[in-house]
């Protein structure tokens, strides 16, 4: 299984980028997909996340109503729509797949996740 997040770039505050996570070696029908940042200086959050079995999803509390994760299985492609950026969401920023669960929903931490892109790089900065 093969991540390939990309997207990332620098960006004024109040801009916005598309994060782009393509899978291949694996059918994202019902995996579950994260997105994940590591900020300088800080551990790795979960930020956004769906459940590619019947959409469910979930954010953090600090990107709700910024931040829209959506799909395209034509593509196998999972999307991070980032509005209103700050720089405080200046990170890396990686994509991860997870097993299918058994339950509605998606996981918010990185230990239920077993596949991991590479990272892009998220500035946002004036």
């Known amino acids: 299984v093969q991540l390939q997040a990309s997207g990332g770039g620098l960006v004024q505050p109040g801009g916005s980028l598309r994060l782009s996570c393509a899978a291949s070696g694996l059918t994202l029908d019902y995996n579950t997909v994260g997105w994940f940042r590591r900020a300088p200086g800080k551990g790795r959050e979960g930020i956004s996340c769906?459940?590619?079995?019947?959409?469910?999803?979930n954010y953090l509390d600090s990107v709700k109503g910024r931040f829209t994760i959506s799909r395209d299985n034509a593509k196998n492609t999972v999307y991070l729509q980032m509005n209103s950026l700050e720089p405080s969401d200046t990170a890396v920023y990686y994509c991860?797949?997870?097993?299918?669960?058994?339950?509605?929903?998606?996981?918010?931490?990185?230990?239920?996740?077993?596949?991991w892109g590479q990272g892009t790089l998220v500035t946002v900065s004036s």
């Open positions: 769906i459940n590619m079995k019947d959409s469910s999803t």
């Open positions: 991860a797949v997870g097993p299918p669960r058994a339950v509605t929903g998606c996981p918010d931490s990185e230990y239920e996740y077993n596949h």
